[in-house]
């Protein structure tokens, strides 16, 4: 195999291990995305929404954000970070840490103004503090959809990384050789 090749080339194992753990991080973000709602039924801001629900979506989104931080920072780590391909997959992953970091204060800002509609106010500041809930959940849940889409390309970048190691086949381990068999012996007796 050509030298430069093979440095390029990030063992099949540790890239199977990886794109399963982007994928795993990856389904759970899309999953929060489409799980952690805001809205009722009717598309309105619930009179009283609950504080407790949306404070743990920003204790949910900043576990998710350790997760890809961590997962980038173990990459990152890696020799295979700075070849051609190890640096695409790590530009996806910065990416996805910093988007990911970004969900959780705005799922925090959510909260904090919900709990500011418990207090008396008129009707124009309640309009505006819900327009204000609402524009943030909706920020942060755009970050965990991007963060996804990052995971996504990374994985993607893998995948095709992966086609190269068709050509270029794993060498087998082979046993040393056996000893030669003795050469006959030219003396007489």
């Known amino acids: 195999m050509n030298p430069d090749v093979q440095r390029e080339l990030i063992p099949r194992d ?10 795993d991080i990856k ?5 929060a995305a ?32 350790r997760s890809v931080v961590q997962l980038t920072a ?34 925090a ?3 904090e103004t919900a709990l500011s509609l418990r207090r ?5 500041d309640r309009q505006n503090q819900e327009y204000r809930m609402v524009i943030d959940h909706a920020t942060a849940r755009a970050y965990l959809r991007r963060t996804s889409e990052s995971l996504r390309d990374a994985a993607k970048e893998l995948n ?13 381990y082979r046993k040393s050789p056996a000893p030669p068999p003795p050469k006959p012996s030219t003396r007489h007796r």
């Not at 389904?27 to 999953?31: N, R, Y």
């Open 34 to 65: 489409q799980q952690w709602q805001l809205l009722d039924g009717t598309g309105h801001v619930p009179t009283t929404p609950s504080y407790a629900e949306l404070i743990q979506h920003a204790a949910d989104a900043q576990a998710l954000s």
């Open 120 to 124: 008396p106010s008129g009707p124009t």
């Open 109 to 111: 800002e959510t909260a």
């Open 160 to 172: 095709n990384h992966l086609d190269i190691h068709r050509f270029f086949p794993t060498p087998a």
């Open 14 to 23: 540790d890239t199977l291990h990886l794109i399963a753990a982007l994928d």
């Open 27 to 31: 389904a759970k973000l899309l999953d």
């Open 74 to 107: 173990d990459f990152a780590r890696t020799d295979h970070s700075t070849n051609r391909v190890g640096s695409t997959v790590l530009a996806h992953l910065s990416t996805a840490a910093t988007m990911s970091s970004l969900a959780a204060p705005h799922f």
